[in-house]
């Protein structure tokens, strides 16, 4: 019977995977939990938010999507070329809902990066607007009794 050594060759290759498993399986395991104790695999991408976490577009980006430079940035400007680029790819037109989905994030990103300025301009302009000192850089306050301290 020729099925006898054919039968021992498959026997060999099976406890010789079965051995490489052994081996491979435990340090694969033991892998796996010292990148969980770093925070590594699963536990980096639950951090980061994982594929599904929103992207936030950088602001060159968003500008190029618009077709604006930084300097005529404004909300009109901005209102402008997003209800025309989100008509111009229109889904029920034939457009692409990507596209329309990347003209939306640049809006919001460009909206972002405008009230941020603003905000900026507001701070800058209440510290300008703020008490000038006239006394040569000293500035005087009172304290709880009332008498003058320089600062």
Do not use: C, W
């Amino acid at each position: 019977m020729a099925l006898g050594p054919l039968a021992r060759v498959a026997a060999q290759l099976v406890v010789a995977g079965i051995a490489v498993l052994s081996r491979a399986l435990p340090a694969a395991y033991a892998q796996a939990l010292n990148n969980a104790k770093k925070g590594g695999g699963a536990a980096a991408a639950a951090k980061d938010g994982g594929f599904m976490a929103r992207k936030v577009m950088a602001r060159d980006e968003a500008l190029s999507v618009l077709n604006l430079n930084e300097a005529e940035v404004t909300a009109e400007a901005v209102q402008k070329q997003y209800e025309r680029y989100f008509a111009a790819n229109d889904v029920s037109k034939g457009g692409s809902f990507y596209l329309q989905s990347k003209v939306h994030r640049a809006k919001e990103q460009l909206d972002e990066f405008i009230k941020e300025k603003r905000m900026e301009e507001a701070a800058a302009a209440k510290e300008n607007s703020g008490d000038v000192n006239t006394d040569g850089g000293e500035q005087q306050r009172q304290d709880r009794g009332g008498k003058k301290m320089n600062q």
